[in-house]
């Protein structure tokens, strides 16, 4: 039976740098619309090696995928405002990213924090009065349990790895006060979703009828923030670890120097590990961290 090798590795000589960036969409120049809409055919924003996928249609001047926008205009609805933020203002600085049908973020291999994340002017007005398409969130009497999802899946390598699901507007509630449409700026934490590559977005509805979704399919995001702890782009092995959560110990399927780190970068346990072999977590308390073995980094939750 193979058995565990545990040896502390002295901190001069295992140095893990904890690298953070974030993508701001502060990077674009507008013209005086204040909006990129893939309309130079690029398609694609690319910002900080993150890919934002667009596809420009100039027979319609249609899009979809991701564009740019500055607008705030939060009263008018309607399609003519598909561009602006119904909170009024980007997150941060003056630029924000509007998400739509197809939209993907392509980049190297590394963990994603997460984003921001809001309803546009024209979804949230349309959701609150309803509009030629699509009904009143709620109903006349406002007990309707309408709905309004987002799909973030994450993929490594072209294969899905993991989905998370984010309600832009929730009314199933018992009590119609708890009803809610997402209208403030809102983290997202996706570091669940470990090493991926592709973050793309689905979007889901209680609003349908014979064509698909009534409800008008955009979200903004803003700020997305990367903790890559270590991670480089020569990534091929599969890794995990398991349970997760996990109480007192877990698994993990490759050989190597293992690290614990909790959520400020901090190193909590170094040691050397083999496949299949158990690591003691007895000696963290209640809460969120990373585990690295080489250049491969997850989340766990010890509880």
């Known amino acids: 039976m193979r058995k565990s090798l545990i040896t502390l590795i002295a901190f001069t000589f295992l140095i893990v740098k904890l690298d953070a960036q974030v993508v701001d969409f502060e990077s674009i120049n507008f013209d005086v619309s204040g909006v990129w809409n893939g309309a130079d055919l690029s398609g694609a924003f690319v910002e900080s090696g993150f890919e934002f996928y667009n596809s420009f249609n100039p027979e319609w001047s249609s899009w979809s995928g991701f564009s740019i926008s500055s607008q705030v205009d939060e009263i008018t609805a309607g399609w003519a405002n598909q561009y ?32 921001y994340i809001t309803n546009s002017t024209y979804s949230v007005l349309s959701m609150l009065y309803g509009d030629d398409f699509a009904k009143k969130f709620g109903g006349e009497t406002g007990e309707d349990s309408d709905w309004f999802k987002l799909s973030i899946i994450g993929k490594l390598d072209g294969e ?24 403030d700026w809102t983290w997202l934490d ?32 803003d700020d997305l923030r990367v903790n890559t702890v270590g991670v480089d782009d020569f990534a091929y092995e599969p890794f995990s670890v398991y349970p997760n959560p996990a109480h007192d110990q877990l698994t993990i399927n490759i050989d190597g120097i293992m690290s614990i780190f909790d959520l400020s970068g901090k190193r909590i346990i170094t040691q050397t590990v083999e496949a299949g072999s158990a690591v003691s977590l007895m000696e963290l308390t209640g809460g969120v961290y990373f585990v690295k073995v080489g250049s491969f980094v997850e989340k766990i939750i010890k509880y």
Not at 84 to 113: H, Q, W
């Open 84 to 115: 602006s933020v119904y909170t009024g203002a980007a997150f941060s600085g003056t630029n924000f990213a509007l998400g739509t049908n197809d939209s993907k973020i392509a980049f190297d291999t590394k963990v994603v924090d997460g984003f």
């Open 160 to 183: 899905v790895k993991d989905t998370l699901e984010f309600y832009l507007a929730d009314y199933r509630f018992e009590d119609s006060s708890k009803d809610y449409i997402v209208s």
């Open 190 to 221: 996706v570091s669940e979703l470990g090493n991926i590559s592709e973050l793309s977005f689905e979007f889901s509805s209680s609003d349908t009828g014979q064509y698909g979704m009534n409800t008008p399919a955009y979200f903004c995001m």
